[in-house]
């Protein structure tokens, strides 16, 4: 049996037994615990322990069932599929890349450093784009992602390592990608040879953006788990948020859910042979990139807090005492205040350390010699290939509405974007979030706009407009001059022609202000 078929088994059953009374589950915990044991690779003597500590559980939970409510009894449910679960698992904790026995074989995500890269990432394929810089809480219900968050919560279980997997764009989510060869996972070079992507014409549609969301994407967002709580329902509340964007590199699995390898994307101004006269090939700039990569990760900790759910914790240490939440218990409107932005930490000692590596990366690139081994860089080959593209300009009227291109100087278009911005606030009568209003620089304060919280003082420009460049445009996606352009942004090569794009429809929506009042 295959391990993909083992896992897809185990998910089902976990699934249906979340359906199930509890006395049915206790039935297959007694009789056929060890299919469970089997799967993980499970020494004997784990397997006689677990089994014993199943049974004693499961039996415990059947008593007293009659007079119990509706909510004991999800929650005692629960408690039986937690065993199972726990059961499969457990080869979790082992300290090892690929994990399992002859039934099952899953594998360790890992972060290369050498290059940048992201092993083993588990893919999130759905309806909507992530961005960086946002947060989301998400509702996790199918019986395959919930599989895959339950591995990805297992692994970190025992360690203080990030819980990353990755969020890639499918046409119709989750479903469609199973029922539609079209739109299985693939790589950037896959994409690149597959001639069916000319066949969007993008010339009738607004913005052109049917380029990107009529496919399957394979530039996504880098996903981080900052919390999480079980629902009685057998449902996963996880908060996370959107911290980098990488692109598919290498297929791993496929089954029950997609694992991949993939390359973490930086935008242009982060690459340290971008401005370069010398040509340097891939074989020289794949290492240089993980220097570069590493840089930026190590921004994380400030540009991204790690708050908690609003919802008491009842876990403990082992996780073998939980209570299942319903409906009812969330707090809805208090988790959307942790929404859609994810806010800086108030702490920046992380920040000296990440300068002092970022300037190392850029010094060691002064020397940089002439390479021309291998191929082109991987952002040259994306943007060849039409993977990585500037946002197209904006069209009303006939009439095109574009900055000049020479207009080069992120500095300059940051200050447009905030003087486009303050504009757009006093005209729609608009408040900036506090997580958009702190981007805004110490030396611009003529504006009426006035951030509560300002940014440290350590903290890279070059970061902030980074941030900035993904956050205005979110401001406007409700906007018919902003809809369905996450994943534009998301392909958009560099910080520089983000702000342009972002500046444009700005400069568009303000005019239709403007034009109102006149």
Request: hydrophobic share 35%; proline share 5%.
């Amino acid at each position: 049996m295959k391990a993909a078929h083992v896992q897809t088994v185990l998910t089902t059953l976990l699934f249906i037994f979340s359906q199930q009374p509890p006395s049915f589950v206790h039935a297959f915990i007694i009789s056929t615990p060890s299919i469970l044991h089997i799967s993980t690779g499970a020494s004997r003597q784990h397997q006689t322990a677990s089994y014993r500590r199943s049974v004693l559980i499961a039996n415990r939970m059947n008593e007293h069932p009659k007079d119990e409510g509706i909510g004991d009894f999800k929650s005692r449910r629960m408690d039986i599929v937690r065993i199972l679960q726990k059961s499969y698992y457990r080869s979790m904790d082992d300290d090892e890349d690929v994990i399992g026995g002859d039934f099952g074989t899953r594998r360790r995500t890992n972060y290369d450093e050498t290059t940048g890269r992201i092993l083993n990432l588990p893919l999130w394929r759905v309806g909507w784009v992530e961005t960086p810089g946002r947060r989301n809480c998400l509702n996790v219900h199918e019986g395959q992602y919930t599989h895959m968050f339950e591995t990805i919560l297992s692994q970190s279980k025992d360690n203080d390592q990030p819980m990353y997997f990755g969020h890639l764009y499918v046409p119709g989510g989750s479903s469609n990608a199973r029922r539609n060869p079209e739109y299985q996972v693939k790589t950037w070079e896959q994409e690149l040879e597959d001639e069916s992507r000319f066949d969007v014409s993008i010339l009738d549609t607004f913005e052109g953006s049917s380029r990107v969301n009529g496919r399957a994407a394979v530039i996504g967002c880098l996903m981080q788990v900052v919390d999480y709580r079980r629902m009685n329902d057998g449902r996963l509340m996880i908060l996370v948020q959107a911290v980098e964007r990488f692109v598919v590199d290498e297929i791993v699995e496929t089954t029950p859910y997609a694992v991949a390898n993939v390359q973490i994307l930086l935008d242009e101004e982060e690459l340290p042979w971008i401005h370069s006269s010398k040509f340097v090939g891939e074989n020289t700039c794949k290492f240089i990139r993980g220097k570069a990569v590493s840089a930026s990760f190590m921004y994380h900790d400030y540009e991204f807090d790690k708050p908690k759910l609003p919802i008491p914790d009842s876990r403990n240490a082992d996780g073998d005492s939980e209570v299942y939440l319903s409906k009812e218990d969330v707090p809805w409107i208090d988790i959307s205040m942790l929404l859609p932005f994810a806010h800086y930490s108030t702490d920046d000692v992380s920040l000296t350390t990440a300068n002092e590596r970022r300037a190392w990366v850029e010094k060691s690139c002064l020397d940089l010699k002439e390479n021309a081994s291998g191929s082109l860089p991987l952002e040259q080959q994306l943007q060849n290939g039409g993977l990585l593209w500037k946002p197209p300009p904006l069209m009303t009227s006939n009439v095109v509405i574009r900055r000049p291109e020479d207009l080069n100087d992120c500095d300059t278009l940051e200050t447009l974007l905030w003087l486009a911005l303050n504009d757009f606030c006093r005209a729609a009568q608009f408040k900036l979030p506090e997580e958009v209003s702190c981007l805004l620089p110490s030396e611009i304060d003529y504006l009426d706009i006035t951030p509560m919280t300002t940014l440290s003082p350590k903290y890279p420009k070059i970061r902030r407009q980074l941030r900035l460049s993904y956050l205005a445009p979110a401001l406007i996606e409700n906007l018919e001059a902003g809809k369905d352009l996450r994943q534009v942004w998301l392909n958009t090569p560099s910080t520089n022609a983000r702000l342009r794009g972002a500046l444009e429809r700005f400069d568009y929506l303000n005019g239709q202000l403007m034009g109102e009042f006149m």
